[in-house]
């Protein structure tokens, strides 16, 4: 059976979904954008420290689903401006170091909360 993740150090979801589902040794996390699980509110006093927060909600649902960052199989990224890939790929280089998910980058027209950039990732779990 699913195990359905929920930890309070990340956002709440803002509709219908888990923040991950881990099934047979493999954590599903569901899209993270920049929220701050605190206040609620979009970081946004830069693009980088939007990204930033984004993957440190997706580390703290990885940590609460039993699994970590360098388990990262793969990763989608959707961003709104492809001019924002420097920007963003720096910021995620930072959070892997050394490991290096297969991943994909999207352009799309809109994402919640107007946010800039989003991360979704499935990681192994121990």
């Not at 359905?4 to 888990?18: L, N, V």
């Not at 990262?72 to 998910?101: Q, R, S, W």
């Amino acid at each position: 059976m699913p195990t359905f993740i929920q930890t309070p150090d990340a956002p709440t979801p803002i509709a219908h979904y888990s923040q991950a589902v881990v099934h047979q040794g493999t954590v599903y996390l569901a899209g993270q954008i920049g929220l701050n699980p605190s206040s609620g509110q979009l970081e946004q006093s830069s693009l980088e420290a939007e990204v930033e927060q984004a993957l440190k909600n997706c580390a703290a649902v990885l940590e609460a689903a039993g699994s970590s960052p360098n388990q990262v199989c793969h990763v989608t990224i959707y961003l709104i401006d492809m001019n924002h890939f420097e920007t963003m790929d720096a910021a995620y280089a930072a959070f892997f170091g050394t490991h290096k998910p297969a991943r994909a980058a999207i352009a799309v027209a809109a994402l919640p909360k107007q946010a800039r950039v989003e991360f979704s990732m499935t990681a192994a779990v121990d």
